[in-house]
């Protein structure tokens, strides 16, 4: 009989089938808190009413994405990392991935597609990793993940569908909280998060278990608010819609991620091109932040008034990789 | 006899004429970090060479001058808050004024040029304070506030000649190093720091006195690197030289500051537009940071080769208040 499928899994907390917890956020936020000094957690005052803007985009990649990837990365058998890793990202899972196998001397190859903001590509290369292109349109990342794993080996580092990344995502929810308090205010009453595939969404749903979780995700690429209203995992129309916000270019969801948003009862707020360009320009005015669109949806979402701030609200400015070009249009917008 | 002068002081502390410390750059941090949280210690990758960026574009104005507004205003006696104070500021001062005033419930009127940036007048009309506007070229502004004083009374908040200025800006080096060894590092060996009259480097030099200091200004605003090459304090040629950097276009320093630039050695270091707005553009990309002309002076001379690293080396990222259009402008110019 020859060997047709890996060793079975002895240890339950490497299954990468396992359900993502809060203790697992916790696990995640003490190997972060280890190695990424805390964004910033600014305050922003949105017609008379205080939001708690997380930086992301000052970690060390320019997005949150370096959390999940880190915890991943971290957690992997000898034998598998000496294998490798495959990614699946528009950029910034990229980086954090890249950024995570540099640092643990892993060898990392990135399915990315190939429209994506000429920075991104150049950053994920520049730490290491090998980029391989995709069509975002015609071409299933996952495919082309998947056949590049057949043919060598390794292992898959989904941007979202994975514990792991859920949780090392949550802890940014468990950072800007301990950061909340600290300035003596009781915990967060409500998430605005910026959504594509879910895995920061449902990583802070887990980190922040009372409160109220928003997913914001921008026009045409609506799939999760559009999942969360049937009830049941739904997918982008078309793959071709126009928009700014390529870090939220998912298709859809993954069981592993509706799990957890359904079991919090999340719900989805959608933002326009507009919107968003606007979030931008307030992000660069009052906090002097560079956020790119995908990491200013839900700071649209609240500015537009789409979604009411809570008592105590928590938005992520998940990151901040834009092309200089573009970010000039957008600022000369005004 | 008629009254000609003020009561005579009888805090030592409290006299404006007092020598800056280090004991009070110590007390100042007290009062500062009770209120302000840290802005980040960002590292920076300099053709292999990692320099520590001081992001305090990050600070509720956008810059480091509420560090001494605050540290000022919050000396103040009971008296001398009643009667207000008069600030002058290009903007960034103007608003560490109007801030700390609005915070305290103090009357504040800032003299401003009447060619400072927009959104700097309308941010510290916006905290409160009434803005008096003189031309840059043709007039002293020392002298309009002089003016005010007299018709009005009140406290005179130099923007950077003034004992608790320079101790307040001082924190943002304590601040610094602090987070540096909570990192692992020694200390600082080397300040680079952006220069107008020379409050915030003085204040490094006070606070961080075993590291050597670079004070980096714009070309024809060089006036601190001429002072210190001639021993003596000597002001800007043309006052009409143009320059991007408007924080950092002071005429001359004043005694108080001279005299710790000099005991400590102080050197100046001059960079052109295209160096800093070359730094600005780095700071987008590699920090996702809004930093404004006058605030990337000091590593534009970094990245310019005009001053070498040191083992651990602190650059200031003094300030992030630049005009939306102007900023797109720079960006643009890749």
Redesign the interface.
Known sequence: MTQQSPEPLTDPALDPARAPSLAGVERAAAKVAALL?P?????LDIDGVTVWCK?E??Q?V?AFKIRGAWHRLSDLTAEQAAAGVVGVSSGNHAQGVAWAAKRLGIRATIVMPGNAPA?KLAATRALGAEVVLYDRVTESRDAVAAKLLAERGGTLVHAYGDPWIIEGQGTAGLEAEG?LRA?GFAGFDKVVACCGGGGLTAGLALALPDAEIVAVEPEGWDDVTRSLAAGEIMSVEDMAHPTECDALQTPETWPINFAVLQARGVRGAVVTREEVRHAM?VA??K?????EPGGAAALAALLAGKVAPGAATLVTLSG??VD??K???I??G?
Request: aromatic letters at 10%; hydrophobic letters at 40%; proline letters at 16%.
């Open positions: 000094p964004t910033p957690l600014l305050p930086a985009c000052l060390p320019g920075m950061q300035r320009r660069f005015e906090l002097h932040l560079v956020v901040g990789n200089p070009q970010y000039a249009e600022l000369a005004y």
